[in-house]
């Protein structure tokens, strides 16, 4: 398949930023009729790279060559007018237009300037039709569920050049991460359209960390580590154990420690006790029990309540029913300042809307939840401060280990580091974890769940919520169920335990 | 926009969720709109039954509603190529006001012909207009602020031509400003008809240009049309360009009008052309709305201002309140509105 010239090569590529190189030196090259992954893990260089490549960040260094030429790429609408057109992971399309405006905006068939809505309709529709999709051009984007908005973007970006001639079509094509948000279904849809795609001659970068997806739909991938070249393989000639290992750059050894670790058996005290604690519209009234020591994991499918629960522990909404007891005292849970003062932290999911400042540095939004708890009017000592920045820097291996870097030019593992950072340095009593581990690569990933479990070693309760029930299972000494916004079951975890066993608990919804 | 009465399909495999009637009709981007023009029709039918023996019936007083906020028509829809590109302007009043005194200063004090003056007006608008977006998309700072800067800036040079107010007496101002076109049923000013144009116009740019849509694209999402490849800059310092030339033509109307040149003049306009805006139906946060929807919003402002005058006890700042409540009411319908969306 892959023919003698690339119709990419990327060579010494270099960028810098404040504080962070990148890449430094790294090489690149895709074929046409391929479907290449890119790999690596987060704050490899994956997304730099793809920024570079789509103008969207200027080079510091290096070459890039396209179909034998060299060319400078200095802005997204260069690189479409060169042939290279991205799909992010978020859509970036303007759900306000229609479909057809979608894909055809900046280039729509005109004559004396006006815009021929019919034509640039039936265009559209054609494309879509040619491309085995079955959409309604004249619905505004904003009907459409997010899968079919990516498809939407792929024809798009398929769609550069096609009409007018200008450009020349669409030479290269760049996917980043864009399954992350997708149920199975939504997946194949888009595998068939790359595969379309591909047969037609596209040259398609495909960045997942979805190792499965890879395996099933890439043809050859580039490995990045810390901003350098790892290597170039098949992917028939890489086994995913060869592949971690190549990502992370050591053996697996230290991830499967993880799966041998017993959890801690003796639980302490009764840390915190809620009674009939409920919201109307957010979740039925429970009781839950946690421990000192106690890692307590929430399943339940996406909307079932889980986030719910959490945020009434913390305060962020108000129960309509109910009592909070922590450490043998009644708590009122109004705001999450009281949550706070009795040593509840909360990462939430959406760490970029609801937790991190992006703009400032890594020691600011560390300290930030530190600062708070002490009052505005006892600032936190210089010395003291830095120490402590530096101390859980190290302790959670953040990178780059620059307290100086801004957060928002951290990768996305190193951002819930950062996060989980702010929190811990409160000392708290109990660490509510909203999805600590989505969005981040496995290294990342086994580092944070092994973190949870040396907390809890040390005494610290846990109430950890993830989407993947294999974690929630390794991880926790009690699993709460949730279905349809209601704690339907508190299972003890044991070898009896099984993740099927969750499954059918979660969809019998049947109460101990 | 595309009119669509097909439920949107998805790909097989999943089924679509059947929006309710209500639904849907929450999520039309027209409905706005609608409710603006019911609002309209409403009002003046209740204008009808109250009023009928004091001549509201006249077609007159309809039209009168063009020959009294033609200015106001044309500041709007000024405002809205602003408001649908997710900015502002707040120098629109302003630069009403500098017009007014620039132009009557030029012609009573200079003694320049009055068809050399109004291109020379409206130059210096546009430019006005092309400064602020110049200055807003190149350092990036808040258009809030840069319009705020242009309304003190351009109230401040009105005071330096004159601190007082230039009534004009120039015959051809007087002449155009008199001259009525018979449309059978009524009569039309100039500034009604300069206004109607205008209004043609933008709805013409809005929906048939590839600059028209590129002003919905970054109103809807500025980082996406972005990475589409459109020309951000480019866009935003047109649509602050054209608001200016808006606001210039607007007080070249208003001169006509008034006849008379004041630095006081149209002090707060550039927010009773916001609020026929938003009562119009167009999104504050950009990317939807209608200039048709800023003809209805300017109507209904006018039509409280004449249902007073004919109720005749009640003091004027009654139309402030009544401006207002409506509002207030339109944000909430707003809100309804992209609450559901983001669900």
């Not at chain 1, 890879?214 to 086994?239: A, F, K, Q």
């Not at chain 2, 004009?168 to 000013?189: K, P, Y």
């Amino acid at each position: 398949m892959a023919e003698p010239r690339p119709v990419l090569e990327m060579t010494g590529i270099v960028k810098e930023f404040p504080g962070v190189r990148a890449l430094s030196g790294v090489d690149f090259r895709l074929f046409p009729g391929e479907i290449h992954a890119l790999m690596g893990e987060n704050g490899a260089g994956k997304s730099t790279l793809i920024k570079v490549l789509t103008g969207v960040y200027s080079l510091d260094g290096g070459t890039v060559t396209l179909d034998g030429k060299s060319v400078h790429i200095g802005s997204p609408l260069q690189a479409q007018q060169a042939g290279i057109s991205t799909v992010y992971q978020e859509v970036n399309l303007c759900p306000n237009l229609s479909v057809a405006e979608n894909i055809f905006i900046g280039r729509e068939p005109t004559r004396g300037g006006r815009i021929q809505w019919k034509r640039m309709r039936k265009e559209a529709a054609e494309l879509v039709d040619r491309l085995g999709l079955d959409i309604d051009v004249t619905a505004p984007l904003s009907s459409y569920p997010l899968a079919v908005q990516q498809l939407v973007a792929i024809v798009r970006s398929v769609g550069t050049g096609d009409s007018d001639g200008e450009g020349s079509g669409t030479k290269v094509l760049v996917l980043d991460e864009p399954t992350s948000s997708l149920d199975r279904d939504e997946v194949l849809e888009l595998f068939r359209l790359m595969r379309r795609l591909r047969d037609e001659g596209v040259a398609i970068l495909f960045v997942s960390h979805f190792l499965d997806q890879i395996y099933e739909i890439c043809d050859r991938m580039t490995v990045l580590r810390n901003g350098t070249l790892v290597g170039e393989h098949m992917v028939r000639d890489l086994d995913q154990v060869g592949l971690i290992e190549l990502m992370i750059g050591k053996a697996l050894d230290q991830l499967e420690e993880l799966h041998e670790h017993q959890l801690r058996s003796d639980v302490g005290e009764t840390l915190l006790e809620a009674e009939g604690l409920g919201r109307a519209g957010g979740i039925a009234p429970f009781d839950l029990e946690i421990k000192k020591g106690e890692v307590i994991g929430l399943a339940g499918l996406l909307g079932s309540g889980r986030t719910e629960l959490a945020r009434l522990l913390f305060g962020a909404d108000q129960p309509d029913s109910g009592k909070v007891t922590i450490g043998g005292k009644q708590v009122s849970m109004s705001a999450p300042n009281d949550a706070i003062g009795a040593g509840v932290a909360f990462c939430s999911e959406n760490r970029k809307t609801e937790g991190l400042v992006p703009d400032l540095t890594v020691r600011e939004n560390i300290i930030l939840a530190l600062q708070a708890a002490r009052g505005w009017t006892r600032p936190i000592p210089a010395a003291q401060r830095d120490e402590l920045v530096a101390k859980y820097i190290k302790a959670l291996d953040i990178r780059p280990a620059n307290p100086e870097a801004r957060v928002g030019q951290l990768s996305g593992g190193n951002q819930q580091k950062v996060l989980l950072a702010r929190w811990l340095i409160t000392q708290p009593q109990l660490l509510i974890l909203d999805e600590p581990t989505r969005g981040i690569d496995i290294g990342a990933k086994a580092e944070i769940q092994k973190l949870v479990v040396s907390l809890s070693e040390d005494g610290m309760a846990v109430l950890y919520i993830a989407a993947e029930l294999e974690e929630v299972l390794r991880l926790s000494h009690t699993i709460g169920v949730l279905r349809d916004r209601k704690l339907v079951a508190r299972l003890t975890n044991g070898p009896e335990i099984t993740t099927s066993k969750i499954l059918e608990t979660i969809a019998s919804g049947e109460h101990q | 926009m595309s009119a669509t009465t097909k439920t949107p399909t998805v790909p097989e495999g999943r089924t679509a969720s059947q929006a309710s009637a209500v639904t849907r009709l929450l999520g039309d981007r027209r409905l706005p709109v609608l409710v603006t023009a019911a609002l309209f029709l409403a009002m003046y039918i209740t204008g009808l039954s109250r009023y009928q023996n004091y001549g509201f019936a006249e077609p007159q007083v309809f039209l009168n509603l063009f020959i009294d906020n033609g200015y106001l028509l044309v500041a709007a829809v000024g405002a809205t190529f602003v408001i649908l590109s997710g900015g502002i302007d707040l120098s629109v009043g302003s630069l009403i006001g500098f017009t007014t005194m620039f132009t009557a200063w030029l012609v009573e004090r200079q003694g320049l012909p009055l068809l050399l003056v109004i291109p020379l007006a409206l130059a210096v608008g546009a430019f006005g207009g092309f400064l602020m977006g110049y200055v807003i998309h190149n350092f990036e700072i808040q258009p809030f602020i840069v319009t705020l800067a242009g309304l003190f800036l351009f109230r401040g040079l009105c005071l330096v031509i004159s601190k007082e107010s230039i009534s004009i007496s120039d015959s051809t101002v007087s002449s155009m400003a008199q001259t009525r076109v018979s449309l059978g049923l009524g009569e039309l000013s100039i500034g009604a008809i300069v206004a109607l144009v205008v209004l043609a116009a933008a709805f013409y740019i809005l929906h048939y240009t590839r600059f028209g849509r590129r002003v919905y694209a970054v109103g809807g999402n500025e980082q996406s049309a972005l990475l589409m490849g459109l020309p951000l800059g480019g866009t935003k310092i047109a649509v602050y360009t054209m608001s200016g030339f808006c606001s210039a033509l607007a007080g070249l109307l208003f001169m006509l009008y008034i006849q008379s040149g004041d630095p006081l003049h149209a002090v707060g306009m550039e927010l009773d052309a916001i609020a026929a805006v938003v009562i119009g139906g167009t999104l504050l946060t950009g990317g939807s709305g209608y200039v048709l929807g800023t003809l209805f919003g300017v109507l209904v402002l006018g039509l409280i201002k004449s249902i007073i005058q004919f109720e005749g006890t009640l003091s004027s700042w009654w139309t402030k309140i009544a401006t207002g409540v409506l509002l207030c009411a339109f944000i909430l319908i707003q809100r309804a509105m992209t609450a559901r969306k983001q669900t």
